[in-house]
């Protein structure tokens, strides 16, 4: 367990080497979609990319809200690590399998039911709509493998090991090329292979999951009669977990709900924003990781009783984001129809993703310091309001500015595209209300 603490030793390099592995796995997860996407444009055209973008972002939804609800392990885990209570840890991975597993299989049944009204939901233009509801079914019965593989990557990263995880995504990632090449570049099978690709990569992940964990020890005993639900564990991590999910998802919903509205745009533009979408996943990936690594470390770190070194746990993952954001922000706003070539060859949807992107990519300099405060009240088990900050942001600000945006005559998707930026300043000045009184209320220790 030593090798993994991150309750000892310098702050900026243990974040570090903790972030990075999730950095490169976050870098892989977006490939699944991304890659979709940019083998889908280079055979294809418009309305199998639009199917694309919309299902993956479905899809992307999806993953979220599974990631959110796995945090409820790392946190409780992470807890457990740090205190040095090994037969509470030894309760919470017990408890997650078998939660995990019942959420995978109900997951899979509903999104290959719903795949035909979910297309409908999100407004899927006409010529693409048969091709957005295959897309959406076929992914949809890899759901379980989607849930197993990020709560596996959940205990893993509770535990202080993210390198594990990001292994794991290689193996993926490599066959899900494969398969999009094969089955899209030399079969022709459209959004439709390339769904195929991702399912078939993602059982991949799973068994290579299962062949890691047996030959690799945890740090602590695990019986084979301990392999039921706990029920204080369970109820901490779905109370840790389900407000973190519900923020995905509605924060996820809210990209949907955008995406509808500017698929009444016609085509070039849903195309367009699809691309553009998937450029930002990829300038978000340093954020996002930062997060997730602040959100370990200060589990750990508030476990151990170590609530100073959690704080400057955060404020580095801070500095190194604004710095990768300000690097995003310059890339997006200034080769916006570069970076839009590697994912479509129609000029029309490349100079759409970019008028887009352009106002989007501001919030890659702002939204790190948000993200990093999250992981801080993550660690503390205060989920409930980083799931509150997130919905009002999204539903007072982002969601009504897009609208209200998109019924102006003659509007850009340039000028749409500031929606996003505004809501995570909204955020912003939220969470350092509550940090700051927070702290303030917190007994010193």
Not at 127 to 153: D, H, M, P
Request: with cysteine; glycine share 12%; proline share 3%.
């Amino acid at each position: 367990m030593n090798e993994y603490s991150l309750t000892e030793g310098s702050v900026l390099k243990k974040l570090l080497r903790f972030a990075l592995p999730i950095l490169g796995a976050n870098i892989l997860q977006s490939l699944y979609g991304t890659v979709d996407l940019m083998i889908v444009g280079l055979f294809t055209g418009a309305s199998e990319v639009s199917a694309v973008s919309t299902g993956s972002m479905t899809m992307q939804t999806i993953t979220g809200i599974v990631i959110g609800l796995t945090m409820g392990t790392t946190v409780l885990l992470g807890n457990s690590i740090g205190s040095r209570d090994y037969a509470k840890a030894s309760r919470t991975v017990a408890s997650s399998a078998v939660l995990f597993a019942g959420v995978g299989i109900g997951l899979t049944f509903l999104i290959t039911v719903l795949a035909a009204p979910v297309s409908v939901l999100m407004n899927a233009p006409q010529e693409a709509f048969a091709q957005t509801v295959s897309y959406i079914r076929i992914c949809g019965f890899g759901a379980i493998c989607i849930v197993l593989f990020n709560v596996l990557s959940g205990i893993f990263r509770g535990l202080g090991d993210s390198r594990t995880p990001l292994v794991l995504m290689a193996v993926s990632c490599v066959c899900n090329i494969a398969g999009d090449l094969l089955l899209v570049g030399k079969m022709g099978l459209g959004s439709a292979g390339a769904a195929i690709a991702t399912v078939a990569a993602q059982g991949i992940s799973v068994v290579s999951a299962c062949f890691i964990i047996k030959r690799k020890s945890l740090g602590f005993p695990m019986k084979k009669e301990e392999l039921h639900p706990a029920k204080m564990e369970t109820r901490l991590i779905l109370k840790y977990g389900l407000p973190i999910a519900a923020q995905d998802l509605l924060t996820g919903a809210s990209f949907m709900v955008i995406l509808s509205i500017l698929n009444g745009f016609g085509l070039i533009a849903s195309a367009g924003v699809g691309v553009a979408e998937k450029i930002c996943g990829l300038m978000f990936i340093v954020p996002g990781a930062m997060m997730s690594a602040v959100s370990a470390f200060s589990a750990q770190n508030v476990g151990a009783g170590r609530f100073d070194r959690a704080k400057q746990g955060m404020y580095f993952g801070m500095a190194i984001t604004f710095a990768a954001g300000l690097c995003m922000f310059l890339l997006g706003f200034t080769r916006g129809t570069w970076l839009a070539g590697f994912f479509a060859k129609d000029l029309q949807i490349c100079l759409a993703a970019a008028d887009y992107l352009r106002s989007y990519s501001v919030d890659c300099v702002i939204v790190g310091f948000n993200f990093c405060m999250m992981g801080y009240l993550n660690g503390h088990g205060k989920t409930g309001f980083v799931a509150l900050q997130g919905i009002l942001s999204t539903f007072l600000v982002r969601i009504p500015v897009s609208y209200v945006m998109s019924r102006i005559p003659g509007v850009s998707l340039f000028q749409i595209g500031f929606a996003t930026p505004l809501a995570t300043l909204f955020a912003i000045v939220l969470s350092v209300i509550y940090l700051i009184s927070f702290e303030k209320k917190r007994p010193a220790r």
